[in-house]
Structures are given as C-alpha cells and as structure tokens.
C-alpha cells in the first residue's frame, strides 16, 4: 500500500430527518434550522473535506423538497457528496433530485483508501438488513482492492448500543456482514446513523463508529426512548495513509434548540 501523502478527510452528516416545507419539525425541533446550525459549525470547523458522507434519514417524510433543500445546501462543497438511505428515506425521490447515480454510487476509491455504501434500508420497516446483492457487492470490492484500506458505511447500526429499545431496529443479519468483513483485513473501519448518538468502539481492527444526528438526540444508556440533552452535530474522519483513522465529534452547542424533552417516541 502506499503509506505516503496526506490523510483523506471525511464529513459525516446524518439522521437530518428534512421536511418538505420550512416548518417541519421532530420532537419540536426545527430539523432544517438544526441542520442549518451544524452546517454552520462545519464552516467554521471543517471547511475543506474531500468528501461529504450524508448515512441516511435524511429525509423525514420522503418528499422530494426534503431533498432538494438537502442538496442545495451541500453545494457549498466542491468535493464529492455521497449519500444513500436510511428507513425514513424515499429512494425514488432520493434519485429524482439526485439526476444520476452519482451521489448515490456505491464505492468511492482515493489513494490507499476504498469507501463502500451499503444500502440498509428495509422498505417499510424502521430495523436494517443488508440483503444478499449488497453483501455480495462488499465481497466483490474488498476481493478486488486487497491493496487499499477499507472504510464501509451504511445506516443501521451492526453492534448493538447501550439503549435496549434501540438494539431490535439495528441491522439484523450482522453476523452476515462480519463473517464477510472478517475475510479481508483491509477493513478499517465502519460508520453509522441512526443511533442519534455518538459511538466509538473497535472490534479488532476495525473502528465502529456513529455520528449524532443534526436533529435530535437519543438519551445512551436508557432502557426505553428518551430525548438526549446534547446538540445535534457531525463527524469528522481523517484516514490516514498508513491506514489509521482519527475521528471526532462536533456539537452546536453555543445554539438553544427547542426539543419536546418528554415524548414517548414518533
Ligand atoms: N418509543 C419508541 N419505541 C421504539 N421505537 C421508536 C419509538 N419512537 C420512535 N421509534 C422508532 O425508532 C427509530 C429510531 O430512529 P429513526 O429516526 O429511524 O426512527 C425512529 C422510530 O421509527
């Protein structure tokens, strides 16, 4: 591999749950004013990636404005934006502003690295499943590229996290996807959403990450659903030629977000 030249830096953005008009809302939160928020921060902190990484739901109620406002705003960036979806998102609308697979493709190679998008997305469930045709396009790309790390991402989360209401909506056939992974020791690393919460953890090798949402928080470590009382925020990845990935997680906190602190779910 050549260990040499500079780190490729990633934006992970996700769970922007965006409406169709300016006053749609989750849990009283105004996601397109929180999103606007973070991408703020993001100008601020992290102005220059080289790559937008968007891990679904990022729509909330499927229509096509939703999207169009999401990648009206990812214009500010000269680099590419992939996105692909979470259980919120409508796929068909997703491609229609989309114009081309080309935000929606499903690998991505830049020096010693390889990027494979996944779809996790089960319609009309809120759980994940990588179904045969995407695990099979896992094994094909990381039997092809031996020669270059791996960074995998797709929506639902593999591990199981520390709320118990959330482990039966995570991807279900994980056991498919590590025995595939295990097989190629190229993988470094594997990012998330939908856990609306950080996560860092290591399996071996691989790093296991989650980003928050640029909406609203899960409450870690709780039995049921609970609102979390931290901002909304994104990712940033930095993988290094020699293959080590350095990661963290920025939040708007200097910003009031309304939240309805007492729901029981949506
Ligand atoms: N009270 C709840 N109990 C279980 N699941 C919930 C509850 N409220 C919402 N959900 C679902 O859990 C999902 C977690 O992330 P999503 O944003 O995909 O969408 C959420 C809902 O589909």
């Known amino acids: 591999m050549n260990t040499s030249g500079r780190a490729l830096r990633i934006l992970q953005i996700t769970d922007c749950h965006l409406g169709r008009t300016g006053h749609s809302s989750l849990l009283g939160m105004d996601t397109r ?3 606007d928020s973070v991408l703020e921060l993001v100008k601020q902190n992290y102005p220059e990636p080289d790559l937008v990484l968007a891990t679904g739901d990022i729509g909330q109620d499927g229509s096509v404005e939703a999207y169009r406002y999401f990648q009206d705003k990812m214009s500010v960036f000269s680099c590419p934006v992939f996105w692909f979806a979470g259980n919120h ?3 068909p ?3 229609e502003v989309a114009g081309s697979r080309g935000a929606l493709e499903k690998t991505f190679a830049s020096g010693p690295w390889q990027l494979i998008f996944l779809n996790s997305a089960v319609p009309g469930k ?3 499943f990588l179904r045969p045709k995407e695990l099979s396009l896992l094994n094909r790309t990381l039997e092809a590229t031996p020669d ?6 797709f929506h639902h989360h593999p591990i199981d996290t520390d709320c118990q209401w959330l482990n039966p909506i995570g991807l279900r056939n994980r056991e498919a996807f590590f025995a595939t992974i295990d097989r190629y020791p190229q993988v470094r690393g594997v ?3 939908h856990v609306h919460q950080e996560m860092d953890q290591r399996r071996g090798d691989v790093r296991l990450l989650a980003a928050p949402s640029t909406c609203i928080q899960f409450e870690p ?4 659903f609970g609102v979390g009382r931290e901002s909304p925020g994104y990712r940033w990845l930095e993988l290094h030629p020699d293959g080590r990935i350095e990661t963290g997680v920025v939040r708007a906190d200097h910003i009031e977000f309304e939240v309805d602190m007492n729901s029981g779910g949506y």
Not at 221 to 224: D, T
């Open 33 to 35: 004013a929180s999103f």
């Open 89 to 91: 998102d409508n796929f």
């Open 93 to 95: 609308a997703m491609l």
């Open 126 to 128: 809120v759980h994940g």
């Open 148 to 153: 270059k790390f791996a960074l995998i991402a």
């Open 191 to 193: 990012v998330w959403g």
């Open 221 to 224: 470590r709780s039995r049921e």
